[in-house]
């Protein structure tokens, strides 16, 4: 069973940032998506931001020029890096992990933006 933990959520002022992390237990991580999926209250889940195994991004509109996602396949961790976090951007985020037949996720960690 493969797992993925998130960390690096928490409280942050309008117009700061934070770091999320997942880890995976997956042994063959960097031949696999990685995404970055988010959920607010009363909302659909949505892709924030994903990267390929040939380091290819793409982000949300929502998102573009304020968050960035990496990943190191050594540590078989994916990042979001997110700056100038608005109060819209409150949410449940999630880690997915994704190729073939296999699609994982995180339990999620909860980003709030709140003065």
């Known amino acids: 069973q493969v797992q993925l933990v998130e960390s690096g959520g928490g409280l942050v002022q309008p117009g700061g940032s934070l770091r999320l992390s997942c880890a995976s237990s997956?042994?063959?991580?960097?031949?696999?998506?990685m995404g970055w999926y988010r959920q607010a209250p009363g909302k659909q889940r949505e892709l924030v931001a994903a990267?390929?195994?040939?380091?290819?991004?793409n982000y949300a509109d929502s998102v573009k020029g304020r968050f960035t996602i990496s990943r190191d396949n050594a540590k078989k961790t994916v990042y979001l890096q997110m700056s100038s976090l608005k109060p819209e951007d409150t949410a449940v985020y999630y880690c997915?992990?994704?190729?073939?037949?296999?699609?994982?996720w995180g339990q999620g960690t909860l980003v709030t933006v709140s003065s």
């Open positions: 997915r992990q994704s190729g073939g037949t296999d699609d994982y």
């Open positions: 997956k042994t063959s991580f960097s031949i696999y998506t």
């Open positions: 990267v390929t195994s040939t380091s290819r991004t």
